[in-house]
């Protein structure tokens, strides 16, 4: 069954490419995916294949039914794109101005729709259900899955499987990990209101740009003095807003940046500390301040059955050279929802673009993939939702 898989994979592989590379050219930003989401559907609609679309706003989900009974596997790809120029000189660059696929999500998709159009074919040797969720909005919280699920795609679902293509890794390697893989993002803003006035007269002031400049500084005490060193946690300040002339002092300014944790009581313990160190500063400085803190995805904690079962799986590929354990990223991923509610993981496919040293990192203008590591995770993913059956 595998060999039959990996042959109908291989022979749609041109398929692959050429929806990942319209998909590439026809970017849309996060709950904006109205035509992406159509165009997944008429892909799924035209194969007679059961789909549902508008699954928790942009959501589709379809579903291939085996004719042996067994488990149901769930199987995700995301699909919106950034906000970022697309700067690459290459024949399928993106033909939105602004609007780009930087993250690899449209590679994911079109895994996932060929990978469904195999499995489709072979549903009369098939066991279980195969559900195949084409999820929205991955890039911005509050994100598409948690809407998702409430809507019930994961209703019945026995576990799920899902991969990110890697661009900073080499094609042939698979990447995974036990436990948390990618951390909790979160983000904050502050305003800090003091008083301005001239240059000159300082001391008629409560300069706000001063006074930010410390918690810029005092915040970052808080993983350096505060936090246990064997509980890793990011606080980084990425947005500083106060702009006057060159002689006025600052009246106001304002600061945008995020927090990256795994442990959820650290994550509620930086977020306690900054509204106290926020207070105490402003306190001091005799000003006011606004804070705002938004939770956004949890940490991806991957379930150990089902990754050690993904080893395993990856090693019948012989498109993978290496399969290696990688260090927890700091980086967001709302694949951490369906993996509260259901047993999983979620794992790296190597997607580095051959010739290119370093690759360019994920969220850049010049972002590209390898597309034959596409066939990788394909068949990476095939493989876990036909073998899982046997456990």
């Known amino acids: ?62 579903k291939v039914y085996g004719k042996k009974v067994g488990k149901t596997v769930a199987l995700r790809a995301d699909f919106d794109a950034l906000p970022i120029q697309d700067e690459k000189d290459v024949p399928y660059k993106s033909l939105v101005p602004g609007v780009m696929h930087a993250c690899g999500h449209d590679g994911h998709t079109a895994t996932l729709l060929i990978l469904a159009k195999s499995l489709n074919e072979l549903k009369e040797e098939l066991e279980g259900t195969y559900v195949f969720i084409h999820q929205h909005a991955e890039e911005s919280a509050p994100g598409g899955a948690l809407s998702m699920i409430e809507d019930g795609c994961l209703d019945g679902v026995d576990v799920i499987f899902g991969t990110h293509l890697w661009a900073n890794e080499p094609t042939g390697i698979i990447q995974y990990r036990t436990g948390p893989i990618m951390a909790a993002a979160d983000r904050f803003e502050f305003t800090i209101q003091g008083q301005g006035g001239h240059g000159a007269q300082p001391q008629k002031t409560k300069d706000a740009i001063l006074i930010a400049s410390q918690l810029v500084l005092n915040l970052q005490l808080i993983v350096s003095r505060r936090v246990n060193p064997i509980d890793s946690a990011v606080v980084s300040i990425g947005t500083f807003m106060a ?13 945008i940046g995020t927090v990256r944790t795994f442990n959820d009581d650290v994550r509620q313990f930086i977020e306690d500390e900054m509204e106290r160190i926020i207070h105490g500063t402003c306190h001091m400085s005799g000003s006011t301040y606004d804070f705002r803190y938004e939770r956004g995805y949890p940490a991806v904690v991957n379930h150990l059955n089902e990754t050690e079962f993904l080893i395993v799986c990856a090693q019948d590929i012989k498109e993978v050279l290496t399969i290696e354990e990688t260090e927890p990223h700091m980086g967001g991923e709302d694949f951490a929802y369906y993996l509260q509610k259901v047993p999983g993981t979620f794992f790296f496919t190597g997607a580095k673009p051959l010739g290119v040293d370093p690759s360019f990192p994920h969220h850049h203008p010049k972002f590209d993939i390898d597309e034959k590591a596409m066939l990788i995770a394909a068949k990476t993913l095939g493989t876990a939702a036909i073998k899982i059956h046997g456990r």
């Open 1 to 62: 069954m595998i060999n039959k898989l990996f042959a109908k994979l291989d022979g749609y592989y041109e398929e692959m490419v050429s929806i990942r590379r319209y998909m590439h050219q026809h970017p849309e930003l996060s709950f904006q995916e109205y035509n992406t989401a159509s165009f997944i559907h008429t892909f799924y609609k035209k194969l007679d294949i059961e789909v549902s679309k508008n699954v928790g706003g942009n959501g589709v989900v379809a």
């Open 243 to 255: 702009q006057n002339a060159f002689n006025v002092i600052a009246d106001k300014a304002k600061l």
